[in-house]
């Protein structure tokens, strides 16, 4: 009878429960009005977390994606069920750069899906089924071991080679006469960009990363004039001196560099006096010992060693990297195989292709008790700017204003953001980048530029909410 009691006693605190959550029902909305309040969005930023921006646009990002995975309270199940008619109009649509009047996607059955199809596409070289050409900087080989075994011919890799530097050549030119914002070029060792910036001035850059001391010396070489942004940027923080104090130190280290000058020279004096020739000490080479001095070994491979590129020297560029034998890998499973190159505009040799699209749903319980449905859809392949751009605009009609997204972005091509802003300070002339992705997705959006990677996004009470790393 103890036991009874028991049971029926759990049960009535059971079935208190569903009436103390329905007395505070109205109070669950609450948090997300009091972290945004009208017209001011620092309160929804200290009670989220540092880091946080907002504004009326999604935020213009550089870097490739992997995959991105966006949850709203309402079912993304539309954006897997188009119909033959939706793909067929945004294939048209992506193909014709065709720029449609402004419609509520609401009321227009069709539109929406043809949207989506329209914002998932995108051009690439080369295109090999049986091989996984991006991301190409992974440690994860099993996808691309089958194409050292399929591309061991001679025959068949220098018409690879030319395939490719033809497509290269007709991708890079559209760039250059400003047909196409921009065009990645993704190799085994690097990951290089290149785009026009600007609607008043034109003004085409190039950015190079990870690099390393070998290819620096050959642009330089080569007679490429180039800046390493990341590096300066990061001595300026380091240093945290005026400009004065900046000027004093330069001047210095000018005298420095000749104190070390007449010191290689004197050691290689020496060594000849006393019948040894300084080639067999290769130690005390005076270009070495530079290098070392200036700690160019450290950045290798690194964010730092990311390489800036602009004006009339991105054509040098473009050629060097064309030339250049160590595009293409020697040994490895990756032989032979080209550099993958990413367009939003189709190019000569190109392959039109669509990103690879899942949708599920999942259900929360928050503190009180409420289970909630959420809907999943996670898009995955190389996501270029335009393709988020497009997604993120035109989910805030389909999914009532409210979703979220979370990125896993491509780590190689996450300095392209802090390169961009860096070159472009204190420069009134330079254009911002981020004005050239405008045209290629035919819409009114500017978007917001970032000096940082976008790793999270929000979009609600009608304001898109981010934050970088």
Not at 27 to 40: F, L
Request: hydrophobic share 30%; glycine share 6%; charged share 25%.
């Amino acid at each position: 009878m103890v036991r009874v009691e028991y049971v029926k006693e759990k049960e009535i605190q059971f079935m208190q429960r569903p009436c103390k959550v329905t007395r505070t029902d109205e109070d669950v909305p609450q948090p997300r009005q009091t972290t945004e309040p009208k017209g001011s969005g620092s309160e929804r930023r200290g009670q989220l977390g540092t880091g946080w921006s907002r504004g009326d646009e999604p935020p213009i990002d550089w870097c490739l994606k992997q995959k991105v995975r966006f949850m709203s309270p309402k079912s993304f199940s539309w954006c897997c069920t188009l119909k033959s008619l939706e793909e067929a109009q945004g294939l048209n649509d992506f193909i014709t750069k065709l720029k449609e009047p402004k419609v509520d996607i609401t009321e227009c059955g069709q539109s929406s899906g043809k949207e989506f199809q329209r914002s998932i596409m995108y051009w690439i070289h080369p295109s090999l089924p049986w091989v996984k050409l991006f991301p190409r900087m992974t440690g994860d080989n099993n996808r691309v071991s089958r194409a050292a075994l399929m591309t061991t011919d001679d025959d068949v890799l220098a018409a690879l080679r030319t395939d490719w530097a033809e497509s290269f050549t007709s991708a890079f030119y559209l760039v250059r006469a400003r047909y196409c914002p921009y065009i990645y070029l993704c190799a085994h060792q690097f990951t290089a960009m290149f785009l026009t910036t600007g609607t008043q001035q034109e003004t085409l850059r190039g950015v190079v990363t990870p690099t390393t001391r070998g290819f620096r010396e050959a642009l330089a070489n080569e007679g490429i004039e180039f800046t390493l942004p990341l590096l300066e940027k990061q001595r300026v923080d380091s240093e945290g001196n005026s400009v004065e104090n900046g000027v004093e130190k330069k001047e210095s280290g000018t005298g420095d560099e000749d104190l070390d000058n007449e010191d290689d020279t004197a050691a290689s004096v020496w060594l000849e006096s006393i019948g040894l020739n300084k080639a067999n000490f290769p130690s005390l080479d005076p270009n070495k010992v530079k290098i070392q001095r200036e700690c160019f070994r450290a950045i290798d491979n690194r964010p730092q060693s990311l390489v800036h590129v602009e004006g009339s020297n991105v054509q040098a560029l473009f050629n060097f990297l064309l030339n250049w034998r160590s595009c293409v890998a020697s040994s490895g499973p990756q032989t032979g195989l080209p550099p993958t190159i990413l367009s939003p505009v189709g190019f000569r040799g190109a392959t039109l292709k669509s990103l690879k699209v899942k949708q599920s749903s999942v259900k929360q319980q928050d503190e009180a008790g409420v289970v909630t449905s959420y809907g999943v859809l996670e898009v995955s392949g190389p996501i270029l700017p335009q393709n988020l751009q497009a997604i993120s605009q035109l989910f805030k009609s389909t999914q009532d204003g409210e979703y979220t997204a979370t990125f896993h972005n491509h780590e190689a091509t996450v300095p392209f953001n802090a390169a961009f802003h860096s070159s472009t300070q204190g420069n009134d002339n330079a254009s911002p980048p981020h004005q050239s992705i405008t045209t290629e997705l035919n819409t009114d959006t500017q978007g917001t530029p970032q000096t940082g990677t976008v790793k999270e996004l929000e979009f609600s009470q009608s304001k898109f909410f981010w934050k970088c790393y």
